[in-house]
């Protein structure tokens, strides 16, 4: 079992409340929407300010720390 946090999510053009769960091989989105990708697939990865940053697939990824 992984790593979870409750935070403001923005996936693409998706967005909204979420639960993040960090698992061995992916990370994965649940909430106002659901998505998921390997970790692998990751690119442009970042964090500052409460807010991590990465771009999978063609899409921007923001997941901002929600407390």
């Known amino acids: 079992m992984g790593r979870e ?3 403001s999510a923005r996936w ?3 967005h909204g409340d979420a639960t ?3 698992e061995t091989s992916e990370i994965i989105v649940r909430g106002a929407f659901r998505a998921a990708a ?3 697939d990751l690119r442009n990865l970042r964090a500052g300010g409460g807010v991590l ?3 999978v697939g063609g899409d921007d990824v ?3 720390n929600s407390g």
């Open 5 to 7: 946090a409750r935070c």
């Open 12 to 14: 693409g053009k998706q």
């Open 20 to 22: 993040a769960l960090l």
């Open 38 to 40: 390997p970790l692998a």
């Open 53 to 55: 940053r990465f771009s």
């Open 62 to 64: 923001a997941l901002q």
